[in-house]
């Protein structure tokens, strides 16, 4: 069984700061990795993906992944309030993405 | 572009009954993708398919539960008879590419009582 996880928080950070975001997965054949993001209530979109070893950075948000640990992380600087959410990692399997449970979080202002 | 389109958005039932949830992918893409989610388990693959052929439903849970895609522009998620326990929100998701960059539809809310 593929099993991609993730922490379930919340993860509570004041507004300004980063907010640092976890994921590992089992498979150590996987080539592709996401990040969605899921308001409450609303369905999940993507805002990130990475393929290779190190880090891809677009706006506020970083995605780093390390294979040889099986771990890829989202990094999301200047947390504001509207960042208040579910992030859940995914990664593919053979054709399909697994999602982890996702992380809650909180950006208190 | 309309996104992926779901329907119902939310359905109520009565245990025993059928439902059939509705699903139209981004018009181009190739994959379609079915979840379901709820708190304890998350967001599971129930099926997916690949140029209207279904290539992994391993993740439908029981006899119960059948989809379909008769085209590349509409897919079903049907399931009878339904019992409260499959209670849950149900996403359709469509890709350019096989588990590559999904968008996903508003989800349908069901409600078995």
């Known amino acids: 069984q593929k099993e991609v996880e993730q922490n379930s928080g919340p993860l509570s950070v004041p507004e300004g700061a980063i907010a640092s975001l976890n994921c590992t997965y089992s498979?150590?054949?996987?080539?592709?990795f996401f990040w969605y993001r899921q308001y409450s209530g609303k369905s999940p979109e993507l805002i990130m993906f990475?393929?290779?070893?190190g880090d891809k950075e677009d706006g506020r948000f970083t995605a780093q992944l390390n294979k040889a640990s099986q771990y890829v992380s989202l990094l999301i600087r200047d947390s504001q309030p509207s960042d208040s959410a579910t992030y859940l990692c995914?990664?593919?399997?053979?054709?399909?993405?697994?999602f982890g449970q996702g992380t809650t979080l909180q950006v208190k202002p | 572009d309309a996104g992926v389109i779901q329907s119902p958005r939310h359905e109520v039932t009565e245990m025993g009954q059928e439902v059939t949830l509705r699903c139209k992918p981004i018009s181009g893409h190739n994959s379609l993708f079915w979840y379901r989610q709820t708190m304890m388990r998350g967001l599971e693959l129930l099926i997916y398919?690949?140029?209207?052929?279904?290539?992994?439903d391993s993740g439908m849970p029981e006899d119960r539960f059948s989809a379909k895609m008769p085209n590349a522009s509409f897919s079903t998620l049907k399931i009878q008879p339904s019992e409260p326990r499959d209670s849950a929100v149900y996403f359709c998701?469509?890709?350019?590419?096989?588990?590559?960059?999904?968008?996903f539809g508003s989800g349908t809310q069901l409600s078995v009582l």
């Open positions: 998701a469509s890709s350019l590419r096989d588990g590559e960059k999904l968008f």
């Open positions: 498979d150590r054949g996987s080539q592709s």
């Open positions: 995914a990664v593919k399997y053979t054709g399909k993405l697994i």
């Open positions: 990475i393929y290779s070893n």
């Open positions: 398919f690949n140029n209207n052929v279904p290539i992994d």
